[in-house]
């Protein structure tokens, strides 16, 4: 069974930073892509960002882009996402997951993911 522990949530303040974790466990992932997922209060799960986790290929959504990295450390099964000058808009609950890389997960979003995390909630105030 594939577990997704979510860690690093939290407050901070407009133009801050933070770094969220996620640790995976469970089977092996080097055939997968991880990704993380925000939901705001009211409003859909996005999709934020990914890494395919055998060859490290990089995507953002453009609301991220040039702002968040994505990072994982094969020898710990951990996926980061590093934030940077944080806004209002990017207070959310973040969601760590996986998917198959030829789920067409860009396209479809949410209904690729095969896992999820339970989340960790990141507040940023203005």
């Known amino acids: 069974q594939v577990q997704l522990v979510e860690s690093g949530g939290g407050l901070v303040q407009a133009g801050g930073s933070l770094r969220l974790s996620c640790a995976a466990s469970?089977?092996?992932?080097?055939?997968?892509?991880m990704a993380w997922f925000r939901q705001a209060l009211g409003k859909e799960r996005e999709f934020v960002s990914a890494i395919n986790w055998g060859g490290g290929n990089t995507y953002y959504a453009d609301s991220v882009k040039g702002r968040f990295t994505i990072s994982r450390n094969i020898a710990t099964n951990t996926v980061y996402l590093q934030m940077s000058n944080l806004n209002a808009d990017d207070t959310a609950v973040y969601y760590c997951?996986?998917?198959?890389?030829?789920?067409?997960?860009?396209?479809?979003?949410?209904?690729?993911?095969?896992?999820w995390g339970k989340g960790t909630l990141v507040t940023v105030s203005s």
């Open positions: 997951a996986t998917a198959r890389p030829d789920s067409d997960y860009l396209r479809r979003g949410a209904s690729a993911i095969n896992y």
């Open positions: 469970g089977r092996t992932f080097s055939n997968k892509v």
